[in-house]
């Protein structure tokens, strides 16, 4: 190949290439540009902050109650089997120790 037909090949594809990564990464730059500015405002932003550390308070607190919560279950839980398998469910259901096919209902009649 002779060199006057390379050079302008060479000289449009890189044309090409430029425009085309200007067209194609400025609307990108613009809006990751934008994307910072926000970012800089709300980290000035003292309402912001003080909702954030609200929003924190809050879920320290629904997470104390949680476990809390989880604590009474385990408890409830360990007393539930502490005793035989069926001698808590039968007093909880009624207090009845005797057999449970006793207190049949009218239909079993």
Do not use: K, Y
């Not at 002779?2 to 090409?16: F, Q, R, S, Y």
């Not at 609200?54 to 629904?62: I, K, N, T």
């Not at 476990?67 to 039968?90: D, K, V, W, Y």
Request: aromatic share 2%; glycine share 10%.
């Amino acid at each position: 190949m002779d060199w006057d037909n390379i050079a302008p090949m060479i000289v449009a594809i890189t044309l090409i290439l430029t425009v085309g990564g200007v067209m194609v990464l400025r609307p990108i730059a613009n809006r990751l540009g934008d994307l910072v500015e926000v970012l800089r405002q709300n980290r000035s932003d003292p309402a912001l902050a003080q909702s954030l550390s609200h929003l924190a308070e809050v879920l320290e607190s629904a997470n104390s109650r949680l476990e809390a919560l989880e604590e009474r279950q385990e408890f409830t839980e360990s007393l539930l089997r502490g005793g035989s398998p069926g001698a808590e469910a039968r007093r909880l259901a009624g207090g009845s120790t005797g057999d449970s096919t006793a207190s049949g209902t009218d239909s079993d009649r």
